[in-house]
């Protein structure tokens, strides 16, 4: 195999677990987060828009780490710099 | 593939590029200055108010409540930067349900430019409620061994900001472009749909996010003269 062919098999693999493991964990994280929001809603409804904001501001929070992920993966597939760095020579 | 408007270049002249990015935020500086302008010349009191009128009084005090909820009690001050964050990135975003057009808040460079100025506001107005001394006294909370950690908060926030508006309208508009060769009949409406709802919630966070970075730097100081 040459080099090239090798760097498109890691990015492709890399990118697809990069996606699937940094969208689990997050999802996972989310749903707790929103579990918990909903039962102290029940419990305290008069709070409801600090705990909704809190919410949002949170949920923005968590899920910014399962863009990071999707951004390394696209970067990976569309605009490697290895791959320009060997087309380039 | 396309990841971003920048591809699309209309216009070029050594380093200075006129791309798709910049054309459509200046059509939506247009349509929100003529707008704002056809809205406001005839302000009424009375009970008869116009339609616009009404649109534009729930989208001022509805913000101007958010930004009172985050603890910030003089609101008027925080809506201009706020209101126009929020309304810019909110229009970018749902006007994609006109076809050919592409959203300006999926490049990295036009999500930066309002992150920086996100950036650039938090000093402004706690320098203005505060003062210098005062403003300066936040990085050392609560202790000085924070100063480092405060400082780097300050640019990885920036930088979480402009990524992640970013990554959702990219990754939104890219899931359509893919759908669209793979299941071109109805599915790509259900994510452009999927995609109105997303951009109006990341347009909300954006802009909360910023009132409560500002109220962090306004509030440290106020918090210290209560007690």
Do not use: H
Not at chain 2, 69 to 89: A, Q
Request: aromatic share 10%; with cysteine; net charge positive.
């Amino acid at each position: 195999m040459d080099n090239i062919t090798i760097i498109g098999i890691a990015s492709i693999i890399t990118a697809g677990l990069t996606t699937g493991i940094g969208t689990m964990l997050p999802a996972l994280s989310e749903g707790k987060a929103i579990a918990s929001a909903l039962s102290s809603l029940a419990q305290q409804p008069d709070a409801s828009s600090t705990i909704t904001r809190t919410l949002f501001v949170g949920l923005a929070m968590i899920e910014s780490t399962a863009i990071y992920c999707f951004v390394v993966s696209m970067i990976l597939i569309f605009a490697n710099p290895f791959w320009n760095f060997i087309i380039a020579k | 593939m396309k990841l971003s408007p920048d591809d699309t270049i209309f216009w070029s002249n050594g380093f200075i590029n006129i791309n798709l990015t910049i054309v459509t935020t200046w059509g939506l500086m247009l349509v929100m200055v003529i707008g704002a302008w056809l809205i406001t010349r005839k302000l009424q009191t009375g009970i008869k108010i116009s339609r616009w009128q009404t649109i534009l009084e729930m989208i001022v005090l509805s913000i101007s409540s958010q930004v009172k909820e985050v603890g910030m009690d003089k609101p008027r001050r925080y809506i201009p930067f706020i209101g126009t964050l929020f309304l810019f990135i909110g229009i970018a975003n749902l006007c994609i349900i006109f076809p050919g057009y592409e959203p300006p808040t999926g490049s990295l460079s036009t999500t930066t430019a309002l992150a920086i100025s996100v950036f650039l506001a938090v000093p402004f107005f706690g320098i203005e409620e505060g003062g210098l001394r005062g403003y300066l006294k936040t990085y050392l909370e609560p202790t000085w061994l924070m100063l480092p950690f405060n400082l780097i908060g300050e640019f990885t926030r920036t930088l979480a900001l402009a990524v992640r508006l970013f990554g959702n309208i990219m990754s939104g508009g890219m899931i359509v472009a893919i759908l669209l060769s793979i299941a071109p009949f109805i599915f790509p409406v259900l994510m452009d749909v999927l995609g109105l709802l997303t951009g109006i919630v990341q347009a909300y966070i954006f802009s909360v996010l910023a009132t409560v970075y500002i109220a962090g730097a306004v509030q440290a100081r106020k918090s210290k003269q209560k007690t």
